[in-house]
């Protein structure tokens, strides 16, 4: 299957500052995604991103297909911005279809 | 566009009894998925359906795991003779195959199971 590799796996904070968190894969991809993971464990979308940059209020992304890694920018980060996020990729072939996970990145944003 | 929802949240159950897990899908998705997460790791494929057909099962989905979605719509997710090491959130996602933007996956809330 796909490595996915994120770092750093901890990122503390204090509100307002900004932050990068980086989402390394190993082999081509049809779909790449960003989430974050609430306390309660709920899964909320933040971009569909396979290739090129978006962005969303404070946050956005840029994926770079042919270098295998993409990037989520937080910017004046809030303590609501706490929690995990995780990158998750989908391959092509035999794997189409499922979603590959890194370990995620823990945020902590203190007030 | 009500989200997944999956149904119970929280089960706590005894070694050796069996549990099943329901997800419905965003209504007009047509691929379902399972997954499971536990401490710490991110989620790990477990399977997926597109309508009734199921299209793929991980190496973890062993002989006591059984998923089905019957007639396109909802999902059972089923563990028989459950262990401690099956202790889990299980999470179901769904996504809509020529929809927009692209084949994104959406998540329900997850069931949490403890194994005793």
């Not at chain 1, 090129?52 to 404070?58: A, C, E, I, P, W």
């Not at chain 2, 299209?55 to 459950?82: M, N, V, W």
């Not at chain 2, 999470?91 to 403890?114: D, H, I, M, N």
């Amino acid at each position: 299957g796909i490595q996915v590799e994120q770092s750093p796996p901890d990122l503390i904070l204090q509100e307002g500052a900004n932050s990068t968190l980086r989402c390394n894969f190993s082999d081509s991809v049809n779909n790449l995604q960003w989430f974050h993971q609430n306390p309660w464990g709920q899964l909320i979308n933040l971009f569909y991103i396979p290739s090129g940059t978006k962005q969303n209020g404070r946050l956005s992304a840029t994926t770079v297909a042919t270098e295998r890694y993409s990037l989520l920018y937080i910017s004046s980060s809030q303590t609501t911005d706490s929690g995990v996020y995780f990158c998750a990729v989908e391959g092509g072939g035999s794997t189409l279809g499922r979603l590959y996970f890194g370990r995620g990145t823990q945020l902590t944003v203190w007030p | 566009d009500t989200g997944v929802s999956q149904d119970p949240r929280h089960k706590i159950t005894k070694r050796g009894q069996n549990v099943t897990f329901r997800c419905d899908p965003i209504s007009e998705h047509n691929r379902l998925y399972w997954y499971r997460q536990t401490l710490g790791q991110g989620p790990e494929f477990l399977t997926y359906f597109q309508n009734e057909a199921q299209l793929e099962k991980s190496r973890l989905l062993s002989d006591r795991f059984s998923a089905e979605r019957p007639k396109g719509s909802f999902s059972t997710l089923e563990i028989q003779r459950t262990e401690q090491g099956d202790s889990a959130m299980y999470l179901c996602a769904s996504s809509l195959v020529g929809g927009a933007p692209g084949e994104t996956q959406y998540f329900g809330p997850g069931t949490r199971l403890l194994v005793l």
